[in-house]
T-cell receptor, first 111, second 115 residues
Framework: QKEVEQNSGPLSVPEGAIASLNCTYS??????FFWYRQYSGKSPELIMS????GDKEDGRFTAQLNKASQYVSLLIRDSQPSDSATYLC???????????FGSGTKLNVKP | EADIYQTPRYLVIGTGKKITLECSQT?????MYWYQQDPGMELHLIHY???????EKGDLSSESTVSRIRTEHFPLTLESARPSHTSQYLC??????????????FGAGSRLTVL
């Protein structure tokens, strides 16, 4: 079983819509969760981090964490074509120094 | 703006050559990592380091080796490159944020092609 699971997509949404990206993780002791964005041919860049159950908002982005259900989600409001990228979910497990990444969900925002 | 630097950005070499991919960070981070990523595929951790003179193998077996003689420098070496080593290699380092968690920052990557 993979540490982090994501739907590979592609997820297509029209410009201005809400994009919803989901991620599940297998290790119940995981404490830190991250969303990275990766444009084609580029390296990943951090969008959001979340450590407590509930929602965390930053501009158009909202991360949601539910530790009981072991899932993390990312909502992107007012999606723009520039948001088109692959979104990677990452988790730090009980071995606190290692980051595990999901395979990523490709998002296409259509003008 | 990232303070982690990788060179070369692109490298095309022949089979059997020895190559070293350089990675340096100016942030004083103790933890550094090497990930391998094929186009459109997921990231795989191949090496990591907790600090000077500390290196560990990651979850994906790799024929490469690493060293950590200085905090800021974490080079990756392939003694004899093969076409199967063709990939993108991403270096990263991590720091504690104010709320006690690690945040991982990536360099721009080194794209290796072995003919």
């Amino acid at each position: 079983q993979k540490e982090v699971e994501q739907n590979s997509g592609p997820l297509s949404v029209p410009e201005g819509a809400i994009a919803s990206l989901n991620c599940t993780y297998s290790d119940r002791v995981s404490q830190s969760f991250f969303w990275y964005r990766q444009y084609s041919g580029k390296s990943p860049e951090l969008i959001m981090s979340i450590y407590s159950n509930g929602d965390k908002e930053d501009g158009r982005f909202t991360a949601q964490l539910n530790k009981a259900s072991q899932y993390v989600s990312l909502l992107i409001r007012d999606s723009q074509p520039s948001d088109s990228a692959t979104y990677l979910c990452a988790v730090i497990t009980g071995n606190f120094n290692k980051f595990y990444f999901g395979s990523g969900t490709k998002l296409n925002v259509k003008p | 703006e990232a303070d982690i630097y990788q060179t070369p950005r692109y490298l095309v070499i022949g089979t059997g050559k020895k190559i070293t991919l350089e990675c340096s960070q100016t942030m004083g981070h103790d933890k550094m990592y090497w990930y391998q990523q094929d186009p459109g595929m997921e990231l795989h951790l191949i090496h990591y380091s907790y600090g000077v003179n500390s290196t560990e193998k990651g979850d994906l077996s790799s024929e490469s080796t690493v060293s950590r003689i200085r905090t800021e420098h974490f080079p990756l070496t392939l003694e004899s490159a093969r076409p199967s080593h063709t990939s993108q290699y991403l270096c990263a380092s991590s720091e504690y944020t104010g709320d006690g968690a690690n945040v991982l920052t990536f360099g721009a990557g080194s794209r290796l092609t072995v003919l």
